[in-house]
């Protein structure tokens, strides 16, 4: 009977030298790895479904079909529409007329100049009805405190 090579490596003869890794490929392999989890991190994070979502654009979103009839804003409509989550003021500018709708005392000025961290401004252009037959491009804007 012959003696076969793999017989010494079942003793443990021999078996320093097998399965071993180079250092460099090693940290090669490492280094391959965490920048795959890192990729696969960032590609994840950016698939996320945005949570919060701004809440002057959500006003705007929520006031607009409300007061729109066929595709125009009609200004009057403006007084039906019920409270709001936050304190907002929704704004219609058009034709140098101005039609506002506050959610009480503490509502933010929707002409007001100062924009802080603490407010929200989203507006829109829309086509407003100033009179029986005229329309103009207007301005909707919404104001929200945060």
């Known amino acids: 009977m012959s003696r076969?090579?793999?017989?010494r490596s079942l003793r443990g003869e021999g078996s320093e030298g097998r399965a071993a890794?180079?250092?460099i490929a090693a940290l090669i392999a490492v280094l391959a790895?965490?920048?795959?989890?890192?990729?696969y991190v960032v590609a994840l994070d950016d698939a996320a479904p945005d949570r919060e979502r701004p809440t002057a654009e959500a006003t705007l979103d929520r006031v607009e079909p409300?007061?729109?009839t066929g595709g125009v804003v009609e200004?009057?409509?403006?007084?039906?529409?019920?409270?709001?989550?936050?304190?907002?003021?929704?704004?219609?500018?058009?034709n140098g007329?101005?039609?506002?709708?506050r959610s009480g005392d503490e509502?933010?000025?929707?002409?007001?100049?100062?924009h802080t961290d603490a407010?929200?401004?989203?507006?829109?252009?829309?086509?407003?009805?100033?009179?029986?037959?005229?329309?103009?491009?207007?301005?909707?804007?919404?104001?929200?405190?945060?």
């Open 4 to 7: 076969w090579s793999a017989e």
């Open 21 to 23: 890794v180079e250092p």
């Open 33 to 39: 790895v965490g920048a795959a989890l890192g990729l």
């Open 66 to 68: 409300a007061v729109t």
């Open 75 to 94: 200004p009057e409509r403006l007084r039906g529409i019920g409270e709001f989550r936050y304190a907002a003021t929704v704004a219609i500018e058009a």
């Open 97 to 101: 007329e101005t039609w506002t709708v």
């Open 107 to 114: 509502a933010p000025v929707a002409e007001d100049g100062r």
């Open 119 to 146: 407010v929200a401004v989203a507006e829109r252009k829309v086509t407003v009805r100033v009179g029986v037959g005229r329309n103009v491009r207007g301005t909707l804007r919404a104001v929200v405190y945060r």
